[in-house]
């Protein structure tokens, strides 16, 4: 089969185009003809092995396919890669069938992106109706379905952060009531002007560095900052316990397959949740653009260029 590898950590450039033998599906899994691979940040930390769970060489980058299994459509999530192929094995317990109506790019959107969205309003923010809500990277993958859901949950103030005036018109777009450039040199001030001169209640934020700084400052007392990623590769400064209590600030990290260990099965229905909003036509899905597997390179850098919007797919038939 087709496959991407990765055989030595790095960048992009470390991503290259093999031919591989099929994988063979263990007990409690399931073999997929992939039909479209979905494109995260996390995969270019695997890469270059610098994720939460360390990666082991010689590397199928991957972590989320949507294809058919025994004919039916169904999306899944892989165990620890292999996702860069024409075909993948899943464990039978994060492989999902697709309801009628839900396209490739949609399945993808909201397995990770989405899923991700959800737990960080609902268990990290726990947000409460009439609440002011920064999405940073609001035209991003998870961004563009956190500013929907907010806005659908009942958030007083949505407040997006984007780089770029066609990603803020996006956001705009999708619900946010302002919309204010990320590179602003004093994001704290910036985003007490955006919620007129009051400080914020909830902060999504997968930047780091003085973004994640600058967000905290912000806050309301009670106010909830919820930490999901790195995307600036930059770690915020040490949090001081007393200023927390001083503040009465909660600081949380949300890495999704902790979500599995929770009881009662929360992904799936937070899956079920998304899924029944796009049919209703209260959400929708962001095409951030279509790459070919033998470019996953090419996805990769415009992935890391930060210059991209929505969902990310590979093509594995080119």
Do not use: C
């Not at 309801?99 to 923010?125: C, E, F, H, Y």
């Not at 956190?146 to 705009?172: D, Y």
């Not at 946010?176 to 040199?185: L, N, P, T």
């Not at 990290?253 to 929360?266: A, D, E, K, S, T």
């Amino acid at each position: 089969m087709r496959a991407v590898q990765v055989t030595e950590f790095g960048g992009p450039e470390v991503l290259t185009p093999v031919e591989l033998p099929d994988p063979v599906a263990g007990p409690g899994e399931v073999l997929i003809d992939v039909d479209r691979i979905g494109v995260n940040y996390a995969d270019t930390h695997q890469a270059e092995n610098s994720y939460l769970a360390p990666s082991q060489l010689p590397l199928v980058p991957g972590g989320e396919v949507v294809g058919t299994h025994d004919g039916k459509r169904v999306v899944a999530l892989l165990n620890g890669g292999g996702g860069y192929a024409e075909k993948a094995v899943a464990p039978a317990a994060t492989t999902f069938p697709l309801p009628d109506g839900i396209d490739d790019l949609t399945a993808l959107s909201m397995l990770v992106q989405g899923t991700t969205a959800w737990v960080l309003l609902r268990k990290n923010a726990h947000l409460a109706a009439g609440e002011s809500v920064v999405v940073h990277a609001a035209a991003g993958g998870v961004g563009t379905v956190a500013v929907q859901l907010a806005k659908a949950w009942g958030a007083g103030r949505v407040i997006a952060t984007a780089s770029s005036e066609e990603k803020r018109a996006l956001a705009l777009d999708l619900g946010a009531d302002v919309a204010i450039d990320s590179r602003a040199e004093d994001m704290t001030a910036a985003l007490l002007e955006a919620n007129g001169g009051r400080r914020v209640d909830v902060v999504l934020d997968m930047v780091g560095g003085p973004t994640t700084d600058q967000s905290i400052a912000a806050l309301a007392p009670f106010g909830r900052l919820a930490f999901y990623g790195m995307a600036g590769r930059e770690n915020p400064k040490p949090v001081e316990l007393r200023n927390i209590l001083g503040h009465s600030t909660t600081i949380s990290g949300m890495w999704l397959p902790h979500v599995f260990r929770l009881p009662g099965n929360v992904f799936g229905t937070a899956l079920t949740e998304l899924f029944d909003l796009v049919q209703n036509g209260e959400l929708k899905a962001i095409a951030g653009g279509e790459y070919a597997l033998s470019d996953a390179r090419g996805a990769h850098e415009a992935l890391r260029s930060r210059k991209t919007v929505g969902k990310l797919l590979l093509d594995p038939r080119k």
